[in-house]
């Protein structure tokens, strides 16, 4: 299905010129592009779709989010992908065209 999931940024570091993370989404740790969003930090909690995380969101939030995938039943769902691989691997973002 493909739901931006909330997950917690366990740590942060570079990657062929590319700010990336590992963010824990409830047990299942994935490696995701922080490209997009520059001032989340170690231990904040972010957005991701299809391997990027597209916003930070606060932890109450995050949690609330994922109690209402789980009451709607797609949280095990979302999680199933995640653990089985099937979100590709994020591409570095391409660097924006001089003006």
């Not at 997950?7 to 409830?26: A, C, D, L, P």
């Amino acid at each position: 299905m493909c739901l931006a999931v909330p997950g917690k940024v366990e740590s942060i570091y570079e990657s062929q010129g590319t700010r990336m993370g590992r963010v824990n989404f409830g047990g299942v740790v994935k490696e995701v592009c922080l490209a997009y969003v520059p001032e989340v930090r170690q231990g904040d909690y972010v957005i991701v779709h299809v391997g990027f995380a597209i916003s930070r969101i606060d932890e109450a939030s995050a949690l609330e989010t994922l109690r209402t995938f789980e009451q709607l039943g797609l949280l095990e769902e979302e999680l199933e992908e995640l653990r089985a691989g099937e979100e590709p691997s994020p591409a570095p973002p391409e660097p924006a065209a001089p003006q």
